[in-house]
């Protein structure tokens, strides 16, 4: 009996089907949706939990806008199931396709049968990786509200588009160079013990008012946007070159993106302070 009746039911199910295929699509998106926004919960609510724990406990003060501060949790979900979802089906799957696409033989104009490639060959891949840096640290959420606040905060003395335009341009380059180092397969330690050299010699110059921003600038910008794109570009640069491993060589990437803009935003309050005594100097 219970046979016959799920048999009757999958038979129901495959007629609903075929006479309603748009709803039954929309029924398997609410489901994914739904366990989407659950697992989100599951990772939201530690930091609900966490800050009206403190305002009611610690603080013993009650929360001053609740209904604001619920609906405001409540965006934050959906824009994070959305955002999450939006990754799987755009983001993650765009860079592992430009990676595959800029290293074809075909696109190189190489031997298809051939082991070792000139790391010259690949220069489409260093600027794809160049401007893919650039465009993502602009439209980093992060960095956009940092250098809002940087620029608030020292009246006007940090602009907030030279910041911008500077972690963009560390990231750029950074980027260019990480997949440099995944075509040819060299040690990542070595550059970051350099990059990190080059970032204490520049602390010990640089004006004191930029090198907390600059290092805060490192991080900020490794966020929502740039992250998966960045880690879809190694994994995929690194299936698609000959001899190189994904585990191995396709991360680290965002080291690079990290390490970079520190560097560009020091080397960038340094060139305008030697500006600024200069103009000053040329006085009379």
């Not at 160049?130 to 620029?151: C, D, N, R």
């Not at 030697?274 to 006085?283: E, N, V």
Request: glycine share 10%.
């Amino acid at each position: 009996m219970t046979d016959r009746l799920t048999h009757f039911a999958l038979e129901l199910f495959e007629i609903g089907r075929d006479l309603f295929p748009v709803a039954v699509i929309m029924i398997d998106w609410l489901r994914h949706f739904a366990l989407k926004l659950l697992e989100t919960c599951r990772d939201i609510l530690p930091i609900a939990g966490t800050i009206i724990g403190f305002q009611l406990l610690v603080i013993r003060k009650p929360l001053p806008h609740p209904r604001k501060t619920i609906i405001g949790f409540f965006y934050v979900l959906l824009g994070i199931v959305f955002f999450l979802e939006g990754l799987d089906l755009a983001l993650f799957p765009l860079g592992s396709l430009m990676a595959s696409q800029l290293t074809t033989p075909e696109f190189l104009g190489i031997n298809p049968v051939a082991q070792a490639v000139a790391w010259q060959s690949y220069c489409w891949v260093y600027m794809f990786a160049a401007s893919i840096g650039f465009a993502t640290a602009l439209a980093e959420p992060s960095l956009l509200a940092v250098a809002l606040k940087a620029e608030q905060i020292s009246g006007g003395t940090i602009r907030a588009w030279g910041l911008r335009i500077s972690v963009a341009i560390g990231v750029g380059f950074g980027l260019a160079l990480g997949t440099f180092r995944i075509v040819t397969g060299s040690e990542l330690y070595l550059y970051i013990i350099a990059g990190y050299i080059i970032v204490m010699i520049q602390t010990r110059f640089a004006p004191k008012l930029i090198i907390g921003l600059a290092y805060d600038s490192g991080a900020v910008t490794t966020s929502m946007v740039t992250v998966p794109l960045v880690t879809a570009l190694g994994l995929g640069l690194a299936s698609a070159v000959p001899g190189r491993n994904p585990l191995l060589d396709g991360f680290g990437l965002i080291a690079f993106a990290c390490l970079f803009p520190i560097i560009a935003v020091l080397g960038y309050a340094q060139i305008a302070q030697w500006l600024s005594k200069s103009s000053l100097s040329s006085k009379p």
